[in-house]
C-alpha cells in the first residue's frame, strides 16, 4: 500500500464519523473503479448519485442565504428513505437514529474543547428524538416540526454559529410522511424571518401549543402528527410558510431554489462531472492529479492575496504536491462549490424577475456556458478560468454563504464567512454537516483556555478536558514530552503523575 494511502487511512479511522457519512460516501466513489476492485455498475452509479445529491443540497443552501437574493428564495428539499427493520435508513442501509446519534457524540467531544459548541449537543438531543418518534410512526402518519435557528447563539458567538451555517432569522419546517412498511418521505422546507412568537401563535391556533419552557434549540423536540400523504404534508407545510410570511408581513414574491437548480441542472451536472470524480480519486488515492493541481493554480493566480492565509495554504499544496489528504480535499471542494454558486447567481435576477441597484449586479450570464459545458469536448483550462474568476469576483464583493457547515475561504479582512459544505443542521434529519472533527492528541487546534492559535493538542488518555501544549497555558502540559515518529507524525506526551 502506497504510504500516502496509509497515512489517510490511520487517519480517518481515528477520526470521528461525520454526520451522514458523506465523506465516506464521497471516498468509496473515488475507490470504486480502482485496480482489483470489483464494483457493479449499478453500485457505482448509487455512489455517484450519493455524492451529486449532496454537492446539489449544499448549492441550494449556499444560494439562499445570499445577502442580495434570500428575500425571494425558499428552499423545498424532498428525499425518500428505506425503513429496513422498522428504522428509516440513509442510502448506505445505515439507520438514521444511529448516524444522528454518532453525530451527537462527536458533537460533545468538540464541546469539551469549545463550551461555546454546548447548544450544538442540546440540537442534536433534539435530533435524536426526532428520529426515534419518525421510526415509531404508523403508514398514514405525518410527523411535522420545526428546526430554529440558534437565537443567542447566533448573538453571543457569531462567528461560531455562522460558520456552521446558521443565519439569523432563517428556520426550516420539517415533515416526515410514511408510506408504508418500507418507505418513508421526508421534506425540508426553508422559512426565512423567522420568529418565536409567530410560531407560537401558528402552532395555539393549529391545535398544538408548544410548551412554556420550549426554546428555540428545543422547540424541534415538540412536533405534531397528523394523518397525511406525503403531497398532503408538503401542502401542509407549504401553507404554514404562507401564513408565516403573512403574519410577518414579507410582501415580496418568494421563488422556489430547488426548482431553479433543476431549471439549470446542465451546469450544475457540468461542473460536477468535470472535477468531482478527479476530487474524489485524489481522496481515496491519497494522491494528487492534474486537474486538482492546474485548478488551484489558477485559482491562486486569480485572488492569492484575497484568500484566507490556510485556504491560500491548501491551494499552494495542491498545486505543487503530489500527495493529497482530506483537508485538501475539503478545501477543493469548497472551492468549486463556491465558484458554482457564484456563476448560478448570475442567472438569478432574470429567475425572479427583478432588477439590482449598480452595487448589487451580478453581470450577465455568458450565452455560451451552458453550450460549453454540456459540451464533452470542453477545455478544463476553460471552466478553470471560468471558476476562478468567479471565486475572485465573490471574494472581493465580500458575499459569504451559509446553510451549511463552513470552511473559510476569503481572507477575515474581507468580512466573509467562508462556503458552504453538506448538509445543513436543520433539514430534515438534521444533523449532517462536517462540523464534528474529533480532537486528536497532537492536532494543530486553537485552545479555548489560554486562546493561543495553532498550538498543539494534548488529549489526556485517562479523559478530562482537552488542553495545549502552550507552556503559558493554565492547563499547560507538564515539560517532559516526547515526540514519536510514527506514519502519521503524532504527538505523544509522557505525563508526571
Avoid at 411535522?144 to 419546517?173: F, Q
Avoid at 416526515?176 to 423567522?194: I, Q
Avoid at 441542472?265 to 470524480?277: A, K, M, N, P, T
Avoid at 498550538?455 to 514530552?481: F, H, Q, S
Wanted: hydrophobic fraction near 30%.
Amino acid at each position: 500500500m502506497h504510504t500516502a494511502t496509509a497515512e489517510r487511512r490511520q487517519e480517518d479511522q481515528h477520526s470521528a464519523e461525520e454526520y451522514g457519512r458523506s465523506t465516506k460516501v464521497f471516498d468509496r466513489w473515488g475507490g470504486a473503479r480502482a485496480v482489483g476492485r470489483i464494483v457493479t455498475l449499478e453500485k457505482y452509479k448509487s455512489l455517484e448519485n450519493l455524492v451529486y445529491a449532496n454537492y446539489t443540497s449544499g448549492l441550494r443552501e449556499m444560494l439562499a442565504t445570499d445577502e442580495h437574493f434570500r428575500p425571494y428564495l425558499d428552499i423545498d428539499d424532498r428525499r425518500e428513505h428505506s425503513i429496513i427493520n422498522d428504522q428509516v435508513c440513509d442510502a448506505e442501509g445505515t439507520p438514521m437514529a444511529e448516524v444522528i446519534r454518532e453525530g451527537r457524540k462527536a458533537s460533545e467531544r468538540r464541546a469539551q474543547l469549545q463550551p461555546d459548541f454546548n447548544a450544538v449537543v442540546i440540537r442534536d438531543i433534539g435530533d435524536e428524538i426526532v428520529a426515534a418518534r419518525v421510526d415509531k410512526l404508523k403508514p398514514g402518519q405525518v410527523y411535522i416540526t420545526r428546526s430554529m435557528e440558534p437565537v443567542k447563539e447566533l448573538k453571543n458567538y457569531t462567528k461560531t454559529y455562522r460558520d456552521l451555517g446558521y443565519r439569523e432569522g432563517l428556520a426550516y419546517d420539517q415533515y416526515y410522511a410514511k408510506v408504508d412498511k418500507h418507505t418513508l418521505v421526508a421534506g425540508s422546507y426553508s422559512v426565512d424571518m423567522s420568529d418565536e412568537l409567530t410560531y407560537r401563535q401558528q402552532r395555539a391556533k393549529l391545535g398544538f401549543p408548544l410548551p412554556e419552557g420550549a426554546t428555540p434549540n428545543t422547540i424541534i423536540r415538540y412536533g405534531f402528527e397528523i394523518s397525511a400523504t406525503p403531497k398532503e404534508a408538503e401542502r401542509f407545510v407549504r401553507a404554514l410558510r404562507a401564513d408565516h410570511y403573512k403574519r410577518r408581513g414579507a410582501t415580496k414574491k418568494r421563488y422556489s431554489i430547488s426548482e431553479y437548480l433543476e431549471q439549470n441542472d446542465e451546469i450544475v451536472r457540468g461542473f460536477f462531472d468535470i472535477y468531482y470524480l478527479s476530487l474524489a480519486q485524489a481522496r481515496n488515492t491519497g494522491q494528487n492529479n492534474e486537474i486538482m493541481q492546474d485548478l488551484a493554480l489558477t485559482v491562486l493566480k486569480a485572488s492569492a492575496d484575497k484568500l484566507k492565509p490556510e485556504v491560500r495554504q491548501n491551494l499552494m499544496s495542491v498545486a505543487k504536491g503530489q500527495t493529497f489528504n482530506k483537508n485538501l480535499a475539503q478545501t477543493m471542494d469548497d472551492v468549486v462549490r463556491y465558484a458554482v454558486v457564484e456563476e448560478l447567481r448570475k442567472g438569478l435576477p432574470a429567475f425572479i424577475g427583478q432588477s439590482f441597484s449598480s452595487n448589487e449586479k451580478t453581470g450577465t450570464w455568458p450565452t455560451n456556458t451552458r453550450q460549453n459545458l454540456t459540451n464533452k469536448g470542453v477545455s478544463v483550462t476553460y471552466t478553470n478560468q471560468l471558476l476562478a474568476n468567479n471565486i475572485s469576483t465573490g471574494v472581493r464583493a465580500g458575499r459569504a454563504y451559509g446553510g451549511c457547515s463552513a470552511t473559510e475561504l476569503a481572507d477575515e479582512s474581507q468580512d466573509t464567512d467562508g462556503l458552504g459544505y453538506n448538509h445543513s443542521k436543520q433539514e430534515a434529519y438534521g444533523g449532517k454537516g462536517k462540523i464534528c472533527k474529533e480532537i486528536k492528541n497532537g492536532d494543530i487546534t486553537n485552545c479555548p483556555h489560554c486562546k493561543k492559535k495553532n498550538v498543539r493538542a494534548i488529549v489526556p488518555k485517562a479523559g478530562g478536558k482537552v488542553y495545549c501544549d502552550n507552556p503559558t497555558c493554565e492547563l499547560a502540559a507538564p515539560t517532559k514530552k516526547s515526540y514519536s515518529s510514527t506514519t502519521e507524525k503524532r504527538w505523544t506526551y509522557s505525563y508526571n503523575k
